[in-house]
């Protein structure tokens, strides 16, 4: 298993299940487990956070019985996964499932076929996966676009007008 993914792993688990503050539990991490790309670490860790509410629109989608059934420790790799194939174009989309399930099988135990069978799901329809209609759902095209919370782009569209607020999303991204 790849050090610098399971200091990601571990630095966003932390983050999930016990509300650590990221910069500091990140650089906890990157000093324990002394990864050999800490850029790459520190990387994946804020994509992950920065995008969170798009990947998990994502793994919705993905999966059948929707995420509130899926385990923290899935999610985290799942959200991992589907970061390193939509937004590092330096990681190959193999790669990324390879080493998703790798650490699947050490940290999710029998949960790795569900982990391959979602990435490689997404690698099949992720160009098919549509964003919800921005003329028919604006504060959930918005949110869901650059991973804001709605009822901040709600607040935003009612103080500053839809142009405006969308503006600011893109600048505040």
């Known amino acids: 298993m790849d050090i610098n993914r399971k200091t990601s792993y571990l630095t966003l688990l932390e ?8 910069n500091i539990e ?15 670490v520190r990387e994946l860790v804020y994509g992950v956070l920065e995008n969170k509410i798009y ?18 420790s899935d999610i985290t790799i799942l959200r991992m996964g589907i970061y390193q194939i939509a937004f590092m174009n330096s990681v190959p989309e193999y790669a990324a499932v390879n080493e998703s399930v790798s650490m699947a099988k050490k940290f999710c135990k029998g949960r790795d076929g569900f982990i391959n069978g979602v990435l490689r799901g997404y690698i099949k329809k992720k160009d098919t996966i549509k964003l919800p209609k921005k003329d028919e759902d604006l504060v959930g095209y918005l949110s869901i676009k650059y991973s804001f919370l709605p009822w901040i782009v709600e607040l935003w569209i009612s103080q500053y007008g839809a142009e ?7 600048i505040m991204g």
Request: negative net charge.
């Open 15 to 22: 983050i999930e299940k016990n509300g650590a503050y990221s």
């Open 26 to 40: 990140l650089n906890n991490q990157i000093n324990k487990n002394e990864p050999n790309s800490p850029a790459f």
């Open 55 to 72: 990947l998990d629109y994502i793994l919705d989608i993905l999966i059948p019985s929707g995420l509130r059934q899926v385990k923290t």
């Open 164 to 170: 405006d607020a969308e503006k600011i999303i893109i």
